[in-house]
């Protein structure tokens, strides 16, 4: 069963409506890890820096991540200002005709 086999019913219809989608889907899958921490850890922010730099050096990534927080909100800030500490993210100036809220 490969990773797009796995993925629920909507977004798999989503990567259907083009021939090579589910390829597309798998590729983007096979690069998905997952990193366990302590909110407030400061070492946890390291390791995970640590690990992405391995990540992007195997897979020739270019520096591109998503993070995908399933948290709850009120512990956002505090990662996202750890995620920053870590020099995770950089701030970007903004793309022209885009509006921030």
């Known amino acids: 069963m490969t990773a797009f086999d796995r993925l629920p019913a909507t977004p798999r219809r989503v ?3 083009s021939p090579d989608r589910p390829q597309k889907w798998n590729d983007f899958a096979s690069r998905l890890c997952y ?3 302590e909110y407030g850890d400061t070492k946890a922010y390291s390791d995970l820096g640590n690990r992405l730099k ?4 195997k897979g020739n990534l270019g520096g591109n ?3 995908y927080l399933s948290t709850p909100p009120e512990v956002y800030f505090d990662i996202i200002e750890q995620i920053g500490k870590a020099g995770l993210a950089k701030r970007h100036l903004p793309i022209p005709g885009c509006v921030l809220s």
């Open 65 to 67: 991540r998503l993070f």
């Open 54 to 57: 391995e990540l992007a050096e």
């Open 15 to 17: 990567f259907l409506r």
């Open 35 to 37: 990193h366990q921490g």
